[in-house]
């Protein structure tokens, strides 16, 4: 990573506007349900607080569209921040407009401030450039942790730096060493595990990786897609009939760079899409008219497992079934399974973001895997060699 970090400024007694990602879940009682996103922060602030600085922390929350929506502001977050840092966080009402203004301003050293939701504005998303310098003019210096938002363009992540010069946090420079890392000097074999609904969202992403890695293992709804290209019946399966082509080529692309590509041999299908349905694990071959695959079968878990046995690098972006029904996460779970003991013996495994982590949290298992993304579009993005804007205007070495 050739980005400067916080480690490479001076932060004693300045005051430092810092783009975190506090998107958390909450439930109907403001209740936060997953604190990860701010837990995976505090190196970054707990570092700053002890170098002497005041922190404005900005972060987005749910999709306001530009509006003030009173269920989503950040006041849940700031009383967990405060529990986690073990000290009072100072809130606004607003996150730019006088009050901010004098808040930030009165803040003396090792003090936090939490301002109000930015989506609030619909010029945070729009990258609007008076926006950018009124949320500017409350620091002095810029760092950017939030590296789930670094794939777009807005005032917070990118605008900003057109007026502060701007750094990586901890979180942010852990992501890009460890997705980095693994595209360019992996250690071999590199095994990609890539699951999802649509073959669609990530053409990008596969056409890479065939590239890169020793192998690929496709689960997941796409998986039906790959499966129905190469002739298999697979009932009333979510399929994408506009990427059959798109498939074969991925496919042959694979043959010739003599890469594993390696599809489920067997699946559970189920009578309907319901948490309930009647199902039962059948051959790739043997899906009858009217049912639907929802997961891969134990055999196809074996190979995925006899693959993934000499791997020292593995990326798994996806979910291998609808993991969020439980009768159809084993195969996704006994991956996750895998996973964990190939960190054990010394593996580097990567989890790419979204859906995956979500299912690593779900299995208690993110403390077992090196490393959890926390951006599932911006790791997404990354791995398909997109430039990130939030990272690009950060200060290089």
């Known amino acids: 990573m050739n980005k400067q970090t916080i480690r490479d400024i001076d932060v004693a007694g300045k005051r430092i506007l810092v783009r975190v990602d506090f998107n958390v879940p909450l439930d109907e009682h403001q209740h936060i349900t997953d604190d990860m996103r701010i837990t995976a922060a ?14 404005i922390l900005m972060s987005h929350l749910g999709r306001p569209k530009g509006q003030v929506v009173e269920t989503l502001r950040l006041r849940p977050v700031a009383q967990r921040l405060s529990e986690l840092l073990g000290q009072p966080i100072i809130t606004t009402q607003d996150c730019v407009g006088p009050e901010a203004q004098a808040t930030a301003q009165a803040l003396e050293p090792g003090q936090v401030l939490l ?17 950018a310098r009124q949320l500017a003019e409350l620091g002095s210096l810029y760092v950017n942790d939030a590296f789930g938002t670094a794939h777009r363009a807005h005032a917070s992540t990118e605008g900003v730096t057109h007026f502060l010069p701007g750094v990586a946090g901890f979180l942010m420079e852990k992501e890009l060493n460890y997705l980095g890392s693994a595209l360019e ?7 990609a595990i890539v699951g999802g609904a649509k073959v669609s969202d990530k053409i990008a992403v596969l056409e890479r990786l065939i590239a890169i890695a020793d192998g690929i293992l496709i689960g997941g709804g796409m998986a039906n897609t790959f499966l129905k290209a190469e002739g298999h ?24 760079r003599g890469i594993q590509f390696l599809l489920p041999v067997d699946v559970v299908i189920a009578d309907r899409f319901a948490p309930d349905a009647t199902s039962r694990i059948v051959s790739c071959d043997e899906v009858p008219a009217g049912w639907r695959i929802l997961d891969i079968g134990p055999e196809s878990v074996k190979q995925f497992g006899e693959a993934l046995s000499p791997a020292q ?43 995956s982590a979500a299912a690593v949290e779900q299995a208690n298992a993110a403390q077992s895997m090196s490393h959890v993304s926390t951006g599932g579009g911006a790791s997404l993005e990354f791995l398909e060699g997109k430039t990130l804007p939030g990272v690009a205007a950060l200060r290089n070495h």
Request: proline share 4%; no cysteine; net charge negative.
């Open 42 to 55: 505090l190196p970054t602030l707990r570092y700053l607080l002890n170098h002497g600085a005041a922190l």
């Open 115 to 131: 301002l109000e939701n930015l989506r609030f504005h619909k010029e945070e998303e729009l990258n609007d450039n008076e926006f």
């Open 185 to 191: 000097t992996p250690q071999r074999p590199f095994m």
């Open 233 to 256: 019946e697979i009932g009333e399966s979510l399929v994408e009939d506009s990427k059959l082509d798109v498939a074969r080529a991925l496919l042959g692309q694979a043959r010739e």
């Open 313 to 355: 690098t593995i990326i798994f972006n996806g979910t291998l079934g609808v993991a969020e029904m439980p009768a159809f996460a084993k195969g996704t779970n006994a991956v996750i399974h895998l996973l964990t003991e190939r960190t054990a013996a010394g593996a580097t495994t990567i989890i790419g973001g979204g859906d």
